[in-house]
Every structure is written in structure tokens, then in C-alpha cells.
């Protein structure tokens, strides 16, 4: 429980509830962070039964004790949970609750955590797809025999569409397990892979005009839609960070996004928004983080992002924190698949240091809460019960 207490930087949390084949219900709660190696960390703090019941504020108030017996109470960017209605109420008494205080909150950032267990999930769809495509043939024979009597055959046109569905559904099974990374961070690709699954909606109903085809894909757009028109500051603000994207690449990717969903969106009014957030975040952590030599002559007022104060002020502070906000503004290279953001970060974070704590920080932040999931998914786990384990 002292692992937290002389840590002077933040931490994101993610949180799970469940119940065991014995009715019993238990709570986890894992820690994550980027620590001063730039290796990103994370640890389960707390995994114990949970006998009240799995309400709101019963959730937020093991998540406030939890957060004070390992001195977290002052130390949190953010907290994740799934989208399940007891934890929409739970984060609602956690905003209410003043012994606790979110960074992201702070600065009007909400997270909207990737759905990874619900009854209509896409990727269980590819799965079941992909694992029978290997038995087509036997598969079609047993069912045709079997159906011969009603007349109801599966057909060519059924498998090429299974065919179809199979493809496009792979595009989300990759997203989701890109957004289920544990020990990578996977924040700043949210965005990009959300663009990568539009887009393959997109271009499958170009290339099939069937009717079927048709069908299918557009319940499919309408659904997307229904979540995902508009992203949280937050995910664009990691996609800034990353060197590859930046504000500009973001601003190309968000307009060509919004043109395939057919969506009229202000796509420079919401990254200015976000690129306000990145300016008043520099000037925060400036403020506290040890000045270093600036070892550059970029002057951050030629980016057009202070105005008259960048013409006259040059605490020193402000200065270095501006700098960091002129290295993300514009697109400079092109990163390779799989690109070790982190590794990059640690490699300029003497340049701009303001810029480096704050992505710490970001990518830190899990896209979804496979993290404290994943301490219920082991089969022997299923048959917990209070008497046998518990942690914290």
C-alpha cells in the first residue's frame, strides 16, 4: 500500500465487478502508469469480495477506499469502467465526490471506454465466421441434407455473403484486440482504428451493390453512428501526441472520416477545442515541472497559437510548455505499423519535457478495461468464493 505514496505522478484506473458460478461477487481494481523508465506499468491493487450490492454508489465508494489505501485520492487521470448503467451512476458519485479529483476532469475530458462484452459483439460474429469458413463445405452438405424436406438450401450467394461479413468483421476483430492491449498503450490509436472500420464498410458496399450486401452494411453504418459520430477530446488529444498524426494528420483523418459517414461535423471548431486543452494542459504542467535549457530556436508564436502573448512573454516555464505545443501541431513523417510511441517520447523528452509528463500521463490510459477484466477470465476463478482469495 505504500507503492503510491511518494509517487509525484498520476495514475489511471480501471475497474471490473463479477459474479462466480457460486453467486458470489467480487470486485478488481488495477493501477496504470508510465513510470520515470518509460515502461509502462500496471498493477492490481484490489481484488476482493464485494457482499453489498452492485450499485453506483456502492462501486464509488470501493473505488474511494481503494484510492485512499494506496494514497491515490490526489494522483488520478482518469478512471474506466465498462458501460454498464450501475458504473455511468458510479462515475456520477465520483464527480460528486470531493475527496476525489480527476485530472481529465479538470479539463472537461470524458472517456468513452470501448465496449468489449456485450450480447451483439461483432468480433464474437468474425470469430464464429472464421472458425467455421474451414468447414464450409462439410457444413453446407450436413445442413442441406438435413433441410432437403423444406426446401431451404444454404446457396452460393449465402456463403459469399458470409464471405463478405467475415472480411469486414476481421477490421473489427483487429480493433478490438488493438483496444485490448494490456502492456502497450493503445489511447492515441483509437481514432485511426475506427477510421480503418468505416472505411471498410465504405469500400465493401462499393465493391458489393447487392441488395443483401446493401442491407446489411447500412444497419451496420447506423449502429456505428449511434456511438461514434463524435469522439471524446481525449482520444484526440492522444492522437496529437502521437508524432506520426499530429494536428494536421488529424485534422486530414477526421475530415475524411466524417466524409464516409456522410456526417456534417466541424471538424476544425472540435480540434481547436482540443488544441486549447494541450495549450491550458503545458501551461498547468509547466508551471510545476522543473524548467530545463531550451536547446532551440523554434519560437512557438510563429504556430499561430498564442496570439499577442507569444510576441512579448517569455517566462521561461511558458516558453518550453509552448514548444511542446509547436511539436504537435504539424505532420512531419511518417511512422512505421506498430511504432514504439512510448520509446519515441522518452527519446525527446529533454527537448520537451512539458509535452513528454503530459503524454506519461495520456498514454497511460487504457482504451478499454480488458486490464481488470481479465483477473475474472481464468476458468478456475469462476469458482471463487470469499473464503478462498482476496486481495487488499
Given at each position: 500500500?505504500?507503492?503510491f505514496?511518494t509517487?509525484?505522478?498520476?495514475?489511471?484506473?480501471?475497474?471490473?465487478?463479477w459474479?462466480s458460478?457460486?453467486?458470489e461477487?467480487f470486485?478488481?481494481?488495477?493501477?496504470?502508469?508510465?513510470d520515470?523508465?518509460?515502461?509502462l506499468?500496471?498493477r492490481?491493487i484490489c481484488?476482493e469480495?464485494m457482499?453489498?450490492a452492485?450499485?453506483?454508489?456502492?462501486?464509488?465508494s470501493?473505488?474511494?477506499?481503494?484510492c485512499?489505501?494506496?494514497?491515490?485520492?490526489d494522483?488520478?487521470f482518469?478512471?474506466s469502467l465498462?458501460?454498464a448503467?450501475?458504473?455511468?451512476?458510479?462515475m456520477q458519485?465520483?464527480k460528486?465526490?470531493?475527496?476525489i479529483?480527476?485530472?481529465?476532469?479538470?479539463?472537461?475530458?470524458r472517456?468513452?471506454v470501448i465496449?468489449?462484452d456485450?450480447?451483439?459483439?461483432w468480433?464474437s460474429?468474425?470469430?464464429l465466421l472464421?472458425d467455421?469458413?474451414?468447414?464450409?463445405?462439410?457444413?453446407?452438405?450436413m445442413?442441406n441434407?438435413s433441410?432437403a424436406?423444406?426446401?431451404q438450401f444454404?446457396?452460393?450467394d449465402?456463403?459469399?455473403?458470409a464471405k463478405?461479413?467475415?472480411?469486414v468483421?476481421?477490421t473489427f476483430?483487429?480493433?478490438?484486440h488493438?483496444f485490448?492491449y494490456?502492456y502497450e498503450p493503445?489511447i492515441?490509436?483509437?481514432?485511426?482504428?475506427c477510421i480503418?472500420?468505416?472505411?471498410?464498410i465504405k469500400?465493401?458496399?462499393?465493391?458489393?451493390?447487392g441488395?443483401a450486401v446493401?442491407r446489411?452494411l447500412d444497419?451496420?453504418?447506423?449502429k456505428w453512428c449511434?456511438?461514434?459520430?463524435e469522439?471524446p477530446p481525449i482520444?484526440a488529444i492522444?492522437?496529437i501526441i502521437?508524432?506520426?498524426?499530429?494536428l494536421?494528420?488529424?485534422?486530414?483523418?477526421?475530415?475524411?472520416?466524417y466524409?464516409?459517414?456522410?456526417?456534417?461535423?466541424?471538424v476544425?471548431?472540435?480540434?481547436n477545442?482540443?488544441?486549447r486543452i494541450?495549450?491550458r494542459?503545458?501551461e498547468d504542467?509547466?508551471?510545476?515541472?522543473?524548467?530545463?535549457?531550451v536547446?532551440?530556436?523554434?519560437?512557438a508564436s510563429?504556430?499561430?497559437?498564442?496570439?499577442p502573448?507569444?510576441?512579448g512573454?517569455h517566462?521561461h516555464?511558458?516558453?518550453?510548455?509552448n514548444i511542446?505545443?509547436?511539436e504537435?501541431?504539424t505532420?512531419q513523417f511518417?511512422?512505421?505499423?506498430?511504432?514504439p510511441?512510448?520509446?519515441?517520447?522518452?527519446?525527446?523528452?529533454?527537448k520537451?519535457h512539458?509535452?513528454?509528463?503530459?503524454?506519461?500521463?495520456?498514454l497511460a490510459i487504457?482504451?478499454s478495461t480488458?486490464?481488470?477484466?481479465?483477473?475474472f477470465?481464468?476458468?478456475k476463478r469462476?469458482?471463487?468464493?470469499?473464503?478462498?482469495i482476496e486481495?487488499?
Open positions: 500500500m505504500e507503492m505514496r509517487y509525484d505522478g498520476h495514475v489511471s484506473l480501471t475497474s471490473d465487478t459474479t458460478t457460486y453467486g461477487p470486485v478488481g481494481v488495477t493501477t496504470h502508469w508510465i520515470d523508465d518509460w515502461l506499468q500496471k492490481k481484488f469480495a457482499k453489498e452492485h450499485n453506483g454508489f456502492n462501486i464509488k470501493r473505488l474511494v477506499s481503494c485512499k489505501n494506496f494514497h491515490l485520492v494522483k488520478l482518469s478512471i465498462d458501460n448503467t450501475a458504473n455511468t451512476s458510479a458519485f465520483l460528486e465526490d470531493p475527496s479529483k480527476l485530472v481529465l476532469d479538470e479539463y472537461g475530458l472517456k468513452k465496449a468489449l456485450t450480447p451483439t459483439r468480433n460474429t468474425y470469430k472464421h467455421a469458413i474451414a468447414y464450409l463445405d462439410v457444413l453446407t452438405d445442413y441434407e433441410r424436406k423444406d426446401g444454404i446457396t452460393n449465402h456463403l459469399s455473403l463478405i461479413v467475415h472480411d468483421l476481421e476483430d483487429n480493433a478490438t488493438i485490448s494490456i493503445n492515441h490509436m483509437v481514432i485511426l482504428e480503418k472500420i468505416i472505411c471498410t469500400q465493401t458496399s462499393l465493391a458489393n451493390p441488395a446493401k446489411l444497419n451496420m453504418k447506423v449511434a456511438y461514434f459520430t469522439f482520444y492522444a492522437a502521437d508524432p506520426g498524426v499530429k494536421e494528420g488529424l485534422t486530414n483523418l477526421l475530415t475524411f472520416y466524409q464516409q459517414l456522410d456526417a456534417q461535423i466541424d476544425p471548431y472540435d480540434l477545442n482540443c488544441k494541450l495549450e494542459l503545458c504542467y509547466g508551471a510545476v515541472i522543473q524548467p530545463q535549457p536547446r532551440s530556436s523554434m519560437d510563429r504556430f499561430g497559437i498564442l496570439g502573448m507569444g510576441q512573454h517566462h516555464h511558458h516558453h518550453q510548455s511542446g505545443i509547436g504537435c501541431l505532420y511518417e511512422t512505421e505499423e506498430n511504432f510511441i512510448i520509446q519515441w517520447r522518452k527519446n525527446h523528452s529533454s520537451f512539458v509535452l513528454a509528463r503530459i503524454a506519461k500521463d495520456i487504457p482504451a480488458i486490464a481488470s477484466e481479465s483477473a477470465l481464468d476458468e469462476s469458482r471463487l468464493s470469499s473464503e478462498s486481495m487488499c
